[in-house]
């Protein structure tokens, strides 16, 4: 539960952007932030469990970015203690550069 709360006040601090939803499954660490994420105003969304069908495209989508980002990695020849940045690069260029 601190690990969400720092990430959230980092987000906010580092980039000014407002945390505004998050989509997770049943895991018990989300659902013991019900109250934090309702007093901050962030709309919590469950995926459907058992319905994979439902899921694929986030699935997908997670693997995607795992995948590039890891290829950043290798490519760079660098440890995986840097794992943030081609994480947050690849998400950058999907959300602004893909149709």
Known sequence: MNVFIQFNLYLETQ???I??????GNAKEFLSLK???ASHGIHHRLIYP???EKNDSIECKHRHIVDMS?????????????WGEPFSSI???IKNFST
């Open 19 to 24: 945390l505004k939803s998050i989509q997770s």
């Open 70 to 82: 890891l290829s950043l990695l290798v490519g760079a020849s660098l440890p995986l203690k840097f």
């Open 91 to 93: 998400v950058h260029i």
């Open 35 to 37: 109250t934090y994420l």
């Open 50 to 52: 058992h319905l994979h």
């Open 15 to 17: 980039t000014g952007h």
